[in-house]
Structures are given as structure tokens and as C-alpha cells.
């Protein structure tokens, strides 16, 4: 009987917390809605009167607290909306047969575990490949600490993709509250100060289990002098391997090379086409739309970064480590002329300056060569309806659509030859005006939330 009342007083005195500290939870309502795409599954540990829950928009999602919070997490519900929740009071009844998209493991649940690496065992059971784990950090949970957290993740095969660190201040000072949480918080050296992390994990991925099919996009623009040797060098890889070669509207030869790869090398699965409107990103979309493969991969037609590197891009993404394979150029020495010191500077700043505001390392933002599963390319295009069609590139919409959706990115070094066909045909400064452009959208609604 004293057990019982406790834990009503502890759901009674969470209420009232939260009444009082309005702004406090809408801060944490307002970050699990940035952080958890809307309409996923949502399977929440220390749920408690289902508040975050609501805000993330899900599905259909489960919570799981003590038996106190029933009656608080369902009349907290729409009527209309209740088939799509489900509320249990322990770890041991929840029941599901489909994997949820997103867990989380609230810091108000976590510290009354008796033993937090069983518990980190047991749910993975409710995991795809594709789930992510959020694991939120308080210092109310001392004497644990991040470091601890960590360790308990590596010991039950679970692998961190970013740590959010959030919230400087929890009380609602007009301007001043903002201003410390949305922009100060997240500065180097300051944000280890910040009172809350969140973890964003998935399991550690297992040995690689199959092979798959690929689709090679390869967007051209006046490059009928290397598109015979990007069809030629290009190997095959998994099941299969189709090349989709697009014209940019050229004015040289580019066409009749194409038609010509089709004939001469009939052993190949090549198709080919002019894309209907301009630029790259027109061109690679369109790509995406008829590929067949299971891999998706973005090879540019200068091929200065060589199609023979494109096996190590395979095994990256097929073995689990990473879910999007970003080329970097910026790691191994390169050829005299294939990149302006400017240039180098210029992507180098911008690769930094992205890294810290999707809270995953990118060295080289622009690098053409990308590889992805086409499963998540949905997910990625409908990132852009947050976004904004602000990339005249492609390359932003996919490395921060791949970072909003939470999959794990990882960088690739590739040799960066010069070009030994043609000319680049980027003009600097209205790209470089672009991409400050481009940065500070993307700085907007991932760091600033707006």
C-alpha cells in the first residue's frame, strides 16, 4: 500500500512540475519534435503523461511508466485518436510484432532501473536495423555520468551516431532563456555545461548478410571525352550493377557518346537520357526516379574521383557502417590542379561548419560521389518539405536530409584526380553565395529550431 501511494505522489508531483515549468517541457516537447520525424513508431520508456509522445505526431505509439500515469497518458488522448497509443507499466508487458522507428529512454524512467544494461539488452528486441535508440541524459541521473552511458551502450552492442547537448537554463527569462538555450548552448567548450544530452544510437550492425543491386547515377555535362572510361572502369558490385547515365543539355558530343556506350557494350546494363529541366540536382533526381538498384550511388562524369573507388563505397554501406557514405577529397594528397587553394578552403569551412550544426563530421560537403540505400531515399526527399528546396546542388539535401532522419553518416577519402576532359562549370562566387545561403537554412531549423 505505501509502494502504491508513493508512486501516485510521484505522478501527482510530476503534473504539478509540469504546470509550474512550462517552459522547461516545452523546450524538451519542441526538441523530440525536431529530433523524431512525425507519423513514426514511437515506443517510450518513462512516458509519463505521454507529452512528448503527443508532440512527436506519431502513427501509433506505446508508452511505458508506472501504473500511476494510466489514467494521466490516456485522458491526455483524443478519443478519436486512442487506437494509436498503447500505455503499459512495465518493460516485460509490452507486446508488438512490427519494430518501432524510434525508442526513447527517458532519464525519468532510467534512474528507477535496478540494471540499465539489461535493460538496454531487452529492447532492442522491439529493433529493425533501421530503429533508433534515443537515450536522454540528465544530471539528475548521478552518480551516472555521459562517459557511463557510453559504456553501457558499447557493452550491449549499441553505436552512437550524434550527441545532442541542450538546454543551458530551464527557466522561461523573456529573451534571455532563447538566446542562452537556442544559440550559446551548443558552442564548443559551453556546451558541456548544457543540463541535458541526447543520445541517438542503433544497434551495432552485424556481419553483412547479403549482396545487393546497385544503380550508378552518373550526370554528365559536356563530357563526351571520359564517359566511355567511367562505363568502362566502372565495376560491377553486388547482384548487379545498372548505369544511368544523364545528359545536362551539352553542347558537345555527350548525346551520341551515350547512345553509342549502348551499343558498343551491350554486355552492360546502361540506360540513358537528357534530364528535363537544368542543373545537377534536376539531374540526379531524375536519376533517382528510374534507378532499380537497391544502392544508389552518385558517380560525376569527370570522373575525378575514379569509379574504381566506388567497391570500398559497397562495402561501407552494405556491412552497416555507415547508412549514407559521403566522398571526402580533403584526407589523401591530390593531383596538382584538381582543386584551387580557394576552393579547398571554401569546402573545408563549409564541411566544418555543417558538421557542427548536424552534429555528425562531414569534411568535404560537395564531394559528387554519395552512396545511399534507396530505402531511405524517401525519407531523405521528404526531409525537404522541412527544409525547403534551398539546394541547387543536391549535395546539402542529401547529407542533411540523411542527418535529420537521424541514419549514420560516414566520410569516405577518395583520390581527387584533375580533369582530364573539359572544364568545371561552377561559377565561385554565386555558389559560394549559395551555399552561405544554404547554411544558414540549414543552421535555422537544426540549430535554431525555426
Request: glycine share 6%.
Amino acid at each position: 500500500m505505501e509502494h502504491a501511494v508513493a508512486h501516485v505522489s510521484r505522478a501527482e508531483k510530476f503534473l504539478e512540475a509540469y504546470n509550474r515549468y512550462a517552459y522547461y517541457y516545452t523546450f524538451i516537447e519542441r526538441l523530440y519534435a525536431y529530433t523524431i520525424p512525425k507519423n513514426s513508431r514511437i515506443l517510450h520508456f518513462g512516458c509519463s503523461n505521454g507529452f512528448i509522445i503527443r508532440s512527436c505526431k506519431p502513427s501509433y505509439a506505446v508508452g511505458v511508466d508506472d501504473s500511476s500515469f494510466a489514467t494521466f497518458f490516456l485522458n491526455s488522448i483524443p478519443s478519436a485518436s486512442r487506437s494509436k497509443f498503447n500505455f503499459f507499466s512495465s518493460l516485460e508487458d509490452v507486446i508488438s510484432d512490427t519494430p518501432f522507428d524510434y525508442i526513447i529512454v527517458s532519464a525519468s524512467w532510467l534512474k528507477y532501473v535496478h540494471d540499465a544494461q539489461e535493460v538496454f539488452k531487452k529492447i532492442q528486441k522491439f529493433c529493425s536495423s533501421d530503429t533508433r535508440i534515443i537515450i536522454e541524459y540528465t544530471y539528475s541521473l548521478l552518480p551516472i555520468m555521459p562517459q557511463d552511458l557510453k559504456h553501457l551502450c558499447a557493452l550491449t552492442d549499441l553505436d552512437i551516431i550524434t550527441e545532442k547537448r541542450e538546454l543551458l537554463i530551464s527557466v522561461g527569462v523573456p529573451l534571455l532563456a532563447d538566446f542562452l538555450n537556442y544559440i550559446i548552448a551548443r558552442l564548443p567548450i559551453i556546451s558541456a555545461l548544457c543540463l541535458m544530452r541526447l543520445y541517438i544510437v542503433r544497434q551495432t550492425p552485424k556481419i553483412k548478410q547479403k549482396e545487393y543491386s546497385v544503380s550508378v547515377i552518373i550526370p554528365c555535362k559536356n563530357e563526351a571525352g571520359t564517359i566511355e572510361a567511367a562505363v568502362l572502369r566502372t565495376p560491377s558490385m553486388g547482384t548487379s550493377t545498372e548505369l544511368i547515365l544523364i545528359d545536362g543539355n551539352s553542347k558537345d558530343s555527350t548525346v551520341d557518346v551515350m547512345q553509342a556506350m549502348v551499343t558498343k557494350y551491350p554486355h552492360k546494363n546502361i540506360a540513358w537520357f537528357v534530364q528535363s529541366a537544368k542543373g545537377k540536382k534536376n539531374a540526379v533526381e531524375e536519376g533517382f526516379a528510374c534507378a532499380q538498384g537497391e544502392i544508389i550511388m552518385i558517380l560525376d562524369g569527370d570522373i575525378t574521383v575514379a569509379p574504381e573507388e566506388l567497391p570500398k563505397f559497397y562495402e561501407a554501406l552494405a556491412s552497416g557502417k555507415g547508412e549514407c557514405i559521403n566522398g571526402s577529397r580533403l584526407v589523401y594528397p591530390m593531383q596538382r590542379g584538381a582543386m584551387q587553394p580557394l576552393n579547398w578552403f571554401v569546402n573545408w569551412t563549409f564541411g566544418f561548419m555543417i558538421s557542427y550544426v548536424i552534429g555528425q563530421p562531414i569534411k568535404d560537403t560537395l564531394c559528387g560521389t554519395k552512396v545511399f540505400f534507396k530505402k531511405d531515399l524517401k525519407m531523405i526527399t521528404e526531409s525537404k518539405k522541412f527544409f525547403g528546396d534551398i539546394d541547387p546542388f543536391g549535395d546539402f539535401d542529401i547529407l542533411c536530409g540523411a542527418a535529420y532522419c537521424n541514419l549514420k553518416i560516414l566520410d569516405m577519402p577518395v583520390h581527387y584526380k584533375s580533369r582530364t576532359y573539359g572544364a568545371p562549370g561552377i561559377a565561385f562566387f554565386k555558389s559560394g553565395l549559395q551555399l552561405l545561403y544554404m547554411s544558414f537554412m540549414v543552421f535555422k531549423k537544426l540549430f535554431l529550431r525555426r
